[in-house]
């Protein structure tokens, strides 16, 4: 994103129209905020956002502990944060996917 993010959270615009970045920093920050609220180890939240032309890929990885926390009782808050980007898919008309995760089988993940 730019200077002032949080350093937990990594973007690869892509190719996206420039006039969608807002938004799209927004959910962003939105995803990540939530997340942290969620959790107890805030320090451990990892999101990247991959962007490609007309799709948003959101990966969360919080540690193995947290992983539960983060993706609720049976999936209630993962899906719930899925909701929300699918109304915001509708508008923008882009497609919004949401990963969320451990740390395990992903190389870029640290919890420094």
């Not at 615009?13 to 962003?28: S, Y």
């Not at 956002?49 to 007309?54: E, L, S």
Request: aromatic letters at 6%; proline letters at 4%.
């Amino acid at each position: 994103m730019g200077n002032s993010d949080p350093p937990h959270i990594d973007v690869n615009w892509g190719e996206i129209p420039n006039e969608v970045h807002t938004k799209v920093r927004t959910l962003t920050l939105l995803v990540s905020t939530t997340i942290c609220a969620l959790v107890e180890d805030e320090g451990s939240v990892r999101v990247k956002v991959q962007a490609n032309y007309r799709r948003v890929m959101f990966t969360v990885r919080v540690s193995n502990a947290d992983v539960g926390l983060a993706v609720g009782a049976q999936g209630s808050h993962a899906n719930a944060l899925r909701t929300l980007l699918i109304a915001a898919s509708r508008k923008l008309r882009f497609h919004f996917e949401l990963d969320i995760g451990g740390p395990e089988g992903d190389p870029d993940w640290s919890s420094d």
